[in-house]
């Protein structure tokens, strides 16, 4: 019977019914959205450091794992690392923030080239000048660029040689000679990577250069990848927690809202209910299942509506927002959908229930 009257309510009223899950929705798609950013963020960075085909990088002292700038290794350690035994290659890097998310990396190119296979062009050519910069496809989508552009960076004009196939280290490249001496930073490396002849003999390269350099943060890459995770970034578990917070706070507050409404808007109904014998519990069975229903609702509408906000991510910011969805979060944030629905419809509910049903049926 109550399961009736609700559907009845829901179907005969489907203005206030979707304005209600549209409102509930907000939230829900609020934290998938930005749970599915953070997420995709980790895992675009992941992916890209296994592009660069390395099994063990290299840090300076005080780096962390999740550090994107600084140049604080001298240039001489490519060497000195690349004649460890069972190292076959080093290479080293620089980082430099462009703003936001944005890096530009400086690489050597025909050590890179050998390390990772090198590039997949969709158009243009290797870096052969000094201003040349190549952008993988995701930036090239995301700025408008085009092989033959000119782009402005870190205050200079670059022309951007090629268009790559993204997942290798970087959006941007450059020269790392020409990038040094752009940030001050001449003879210096933000990271080097080393290649070994077996994967199997990491551990052991790991091992005996942690004792010539004590101090120095050194990784295999299949521990780099494990390490990339929320828990490792400053801040980014306590923001997501503030973000949750808020969805409750709003989804709260928007139920709350929208069963108050409902409440005055079906005054003569519950009076009519009570008139005919309705307990008070089932009158607040009503309330309580219709605030279950619009929670329902509104957490399926806000899971596809993190959907639409992925697609455009993808299509507005693929380089600096990347957005992953996550289906272990769909039921967390059901729960706090539904949570706040059937908190939110106790209070309006313990209103309908103490309603006189003579001042109800009154009521206009």
Known sequence: MIFTLVWENVRFKPVRTLLSILLIAVPVTLILTLIGL??????????RSQGVGADIVFRAPGTSVMTFSGAALPDKLVDLLGRTPHVTQAIGVVNQPIGGFDTVTGID??????????????EGHALEKPDDILVDQFYADQRHIRAGSTVRILNRDWHVAGIVEPGKLAHLFVDVRMLQDLIGATGKLSQIYLKVDDPANAAQVIRDLQAKF????????????????????????????AVVGIGVIIGFAVVSLSMYMAVLQRTREIGILKSLGATNSFVMGI???EAGALGFGGTIFGILLSFATRWTMLHIMPASLPQAVVPS????AGLIA????????????????????IEALAYE
């Open 329 to 332: 979060w769909w039921p967390i």
């Open 214 to 241: 004590d101090g120095y943060p050194i990784y295999s890459m299949k521990e780099l990848v494990s390490l990339i995770s929320v828990d490792n970034i400053p801040m980014l578990a306590g923001f997501i927690n």
């Open 109 to 122: 190119p025909g050590a890179f080239t050998r390390m990772s296979g090198g590039f997949i062009f969709r």
């Open 338 to 357: 539904m949570g706040g629905a059937l908190l939110g419809s106790i209070y309006p509910g313990l209103m309908a229930v103490r309603q006189d049903p």
């Open 38 to 47: 953070s997420r995709g963020f980790l895992e675009d960075s992941a992916r």
């Open 287 to 289: 309330i309580v299942c």
